[in-house]
Nanobody, 124 residues
Framework: QVQLVESGGGLVQAGGSLRLSCAASGRTFSNYGMGWFRQAPGKEREFVAHIWTGGNTFYADSVKGRFTISRDNAKSTVYLQMNSLKPEDTAVYYC??????????????????WGQGTQVTVSS
């Protein structure tokens, strides 16, 4: 089992920045691919970013160039640095862990463990 706890969400004005953190516990963090997803009210959960165990990163087109995913294996933590935030980035953000390397990292069903989510609200 892997437990994931997100933090760092909050209210920010458009154009501002936030950094989300996701602390993992339970198993060897470095063995897991890590992803961030988000879900806005009335919408389906969508992929935001993924980082493989080796450090390769992937992003949704909607956040490319604005968001950066990174990981610190020594701290068992994955981060999502969000810059130039827009009102449409408002959502609950979830981190997730995947046991297997997958090219379909953008699909939520590829992940085995999920955090409880943290709210990000961007005001215009």
């Amino acid at each position: 089992q892997v437990q994931l706890v997100e933090s760092g969400g909050g209210l920010v004005q458009a154009g501002g920045s936030l950094r989300l953190s996701c602390a993992a516990s339970g198993r060897t963090f470095s063995n897991y691919g890590m992803g961030w997803f988000r879900q806005a009210p009335g919408k389906e959960r969508e992929f935001v970013a993924h980082i493989w165990t080796g450090g390769n990163t992937f992003y949704a087109d909607s956040v490319k160039g604005r968001f950066t995913i990174s990981r610190d294996n020594a701290k068992s933590t994955v981060y999502l640095q969000m810059n130039s935030l827009k009102p449409e980035d408002t959502a609950v953000y979830y981190c997730a862990a995947a046991e297997r390397i997958s090219w379909t990292y953008y699909l939520s069903q590829d992940y085995d463990y999920w955090g409880q989510g943290t709210q990000v609200t961007v005001s215009s």
